[in-house]
């Protein structure tokens, strides 16, 4: 069965500092999805990325990049220059696409604090 | 506005009552799915649809009852709502079991 492993469960920075945040998967299927989602204070989910197994290019958005790396199964997650407003909780999540379009299993997400 | 609906958006009751949490998508989505957020637990799935009248159960489905007559709506039961039963509520749809999920804006319960 699928596991999603976010280890930090609560994490500080200062403003303008980078953060990485960390997510760990384990599956037995080849293909698979992985996503980041983002709740802010405000209590909704905000769906930020998705890739699938197969594309192991890291991708960069803005300040947000990802790093995909299936030879230590981690999904982690890097904020550049942290703002106030990345303050949230981060879910990161897998679905598996072999063994029927199984839902999305989240991990239990880390709390970010971007202090002023 | 299409998208995705959720009511109510808080509720409290006693245990022991019923209570059913509505949810409503206008995209004709085929999956749809039933997640509890609770504080050291993160989400986790009760129940979720892949088409009317086709239900499965998640993680975490004992004390919950769904359905779907309709593609559009995934009614939520509580039969015998209890303690443990107090957490925020989140629908989602997807076009498919392994898209990504647009997520309603949750439903805060509190069971006393």
């Known amino acids: 069965a699928q596991k999603v492993t976010q280890a930090q469960t609560e994490i500080s920075v200062v403003e303008k500092e980078d953060v990485t945040l960390d997510c760990v998967y384990e599956t037995r299927d080849t293909t698979y999805y992985l996503f980041w989602y983002k709740q802010p204070p405000s209590g909704e989910l905000v769906f930020l990325i998705r890739r699938n197994s197969f594309d192991e290019q890291n991708e960069i958005s803005g300040r947000y990049s990802w790093n995909f790396q299936k030879s230590t199964s981690s999904f982690n997650f890097t904020i550049t220059a942290s703002q106030v407003v990345d303050s949230a909780v981060y879910f990161c999540?897998?679905?598996?696409?072999?063994?029927?379009?199984?839902?999305?299993?989240f991990g239990k997400g880390t709390r970010l604090s971007v202090i002023a | 506005d299409a998208g995705i609906t959720q009511s109510p958006r808080y509720k409290i009751t006693e245990t022991g009552r019923q209570v059913t949490l509505m949810c409503h998508q206008t995209?004709?989505?085929?999956?749809m799915f039933w997640y509890r957020q609770d504080l050291g637990h993160g989400l986790r799935l009760i129940y979720y649809?892949?088409?009317?009248?086709?239900?499965d159960k998640g993680e975490v489905p004992d004390g919950y009852v769904v359905s779907r007559s309709k593609t559009e709506n995934f009614p939520l039961t509580l039969e015998s709502a209890t303690r443990s039963q107090t957490s925020v509520y989140f629908c989602?749809?997807?076009?498919?079991?392994?898209?990504?999920?647009?997520f309603g804006s949750g439903t805060q319960l509190s069971v006393l």
């Open positions: 989602a749809s997807s076009l498919d079991g392994y898209e990504k999920l647009f």
């Open positions: 995209w004709s989505h085929s999956y």
């Open positions: 649809s892949a088409a009317a009248d086709i239900t």
């Open positions: 999540a897998l679905s598996e696409a072999n063994s029927g379009n199984t839902p999305l299993v």
